[in-house]
């Protein structure tokens, strides 16, 4: 059997495969979604993911999305009624989204449920996730190679692992190469909240920092960054999910952006195939599920051959942003010389490290 043949033989029979499933008619698949689409930031990435999906597909599926979808109560409302409407198939993309999805995976044992950033599973629910904090770790390094103040500002989200871990990153990418190095961080407590997230990077900006990243959906501190940065010209930003170069053509240096069509549409394939068998993640540069942005001319040549070896260390595992010692600001061990830290210390990481200048935020 030649090849061409042997990709026909293989798509019929996930064909056959899901008409036994789920039906001939093409297959249901919802998109919860915690912000407004947009045109960048996480929610954006994910419904370009969803389009992609959909794409490669081609007439397998049908998608839908309902976006700003608070976490908590309404959450469970949306995915009731994306299911009771017909999905088969549900995805939701925000860690509040993760105890209603797992709830309604339990009341639809025959329905499909895939939760972004979480770690509850069921026969019927798997996560998924990026290596975001690689991405992290080499902005800090370009923000520890260019900064002129020593001071960088991060506008963070809501404390969860995922965000704290980021935090950490980042500062370890610049302490890698600039000891002086501090991060300041300021928390709106909301992952998507324009205001606030434009009201903190203009104050991390007063306070002394030239460089600022973000770990929230809007892309406010870009354009904050990009106002400044024409006021003085020494301010700059890293965006974050998307890259955001349109509303920062001169501030933004880079970003950490994330890519999530292979994955839908690897994971949709193997549902439609029967062949699912539990979905747990957790993807980085290796993997395609992130990438930087285009880097800035402003970056010096020897910087950006920094940055690209570090990558290439980062993928081959030579690299690791956590590789021990890691320090946190009390001045405690936390991972040993000679050591990584594993992947389930990284999920619950819940303390910054030696160079945040701010009080870890209280429960």
């Known amino acids: 059997m030649n090849v061409r043949n042997s990709a026909l033989t293989t798509l019929a029979g996930a064909l056959v495969a899901s008409t036994v499933l789920f039906g001939a008619d093409p297959v249901k698949v919802g998109f919860v979604y915690v912000s407004p689409v947009g045109d960048a930031g996480w929610t954006y990435q994910h419904d370009l993911g969803r389009k992609e999906m959909e794409k490669n597909l081609n007439g397998q599926v049908v ?63 798997g996560i998924y996730n990026a290596r975001f904090y690689e991405g992290r770790y080499l902005c800090g390094v370009i923000a520890g190679k260019m900064t002129k103040s020593h001071v960088a500002g991060y506008v963070a989200a809501v404390p969860i692992p995922e965000v704290v871990m980021g935090i950490n990153a980042f500062t370890r990418g610049m302490l890698s190469v600039d000891p002086q190095a501090k991060v300041k961080v300021i928390w709106t407590n909301s992952w998507f909240d324009p205001g606030k997230e434009r009201e903190a990077a203009l104050t991390l900006i007063a306070s002394g920092a030239d460089m600022v990243t973000h770990h929230t959906d809007s892309t406010a501190v870009v354009q904050a960054a990009e106002e400044k940065h024409k006021e003085n010209k020494n301010v700059y930003a890293f965006s974050y999910h998307s890259d955001m170069a349109k509303y920062g053509p001169t501030a933004q240096l880079t970003g950490t952006t994330h890519h999530w069509g292979e994955f839908y549409t690897k994971t949709v394939k193997e549902v439609l195939a029967g062949t699912w068998k539990g979905t747990n993640v957790w993807g980085g540069f290796k993997d395609g599920m992130i990438k930087l942005a285009p880097l ?34 009390a001045g405690t061990v936390r991972v040993a010389a000679g050591t990584n830290i594993s992947d389930k210390d990284l999920n619950s990481m819940d303390y910054y490290v030696k160079g945040v200048d701010s009080a870890y935020p209280k429960k």
């Open 296 to 329: 800035n001319k402003a970056i010096p040549e020897p910087v950006v051959k920094l940055v690209e070896k570090d990558k290439k260390e980062i993928m081959s595992g030579k690299l690791h942003p956590f590789a021990g010692p890691v320090v946190d600001q």
């Open 63 to 125: 998608t839908s999305f309902v976006e700003n979808v608070p976490e908590g109560a309404d959450a469970e409302r949306v995915i009731r009624t994306m299911v009771t409407g017909g999905a088969k198939i549900v995805f939701t993309t925000s860690f509040g989204y993760m105890n209603p999805t797992e709830k309604m995976a339990g009341q639809f044992p025959d329905r499909f449920f895939f939760h972004a950033t979480g770690y509850k599973t069921a026969k019927n629910m």
